[in-house]
């Protein structure tokens, strides 16, 4: 498995990116999905889960702003970010599981991109 993020960058605040995660060797209707987030000194975190029923989950700090979603035809897994605000700035992730049932536990997903940087400025 083999995931590769591309979107990041710098935005002011108020702004929106959208980040894309390009999936090889991996199957949307295998497991969940997610895009996670590490600030510096921080833990990572989960800020989106898509089951492959299509569920979705969100964490109360980025719901109603983030919107995750999915191509399986092109196999790539995106993540809207609108109304984005300093402490969205992070290194943000692409992960797969093998489980179907979506939980935040960093444990559950064996796969991970590497990361896209998004610097959200004042």
Known sequence: VQLVESGG???????????????????FSRGCMGWFRQ???????????????????????VKGRFTISRDSAKNTLELQMNSLTPDDTAMYYCAASVRWLCRWSLSDFGAWG???????SS
């Open 39 to 61: 600030a510096p000194g921080k833990e990572r975190e989960g800020v989106a889960t898509i089951r492959p029923d299509g569920a979705t989950s969100y964490p109360d700090s």
């Open 9 to 27: 960058g710098s935005v002011q605040a108020g702004g929106s990116l959208r980040l894309s995660c390009a999936a090889s060797g991996y199957t």
């Open 114 to 120: 590497q990361g896209t940087q998004v610097t959200v």
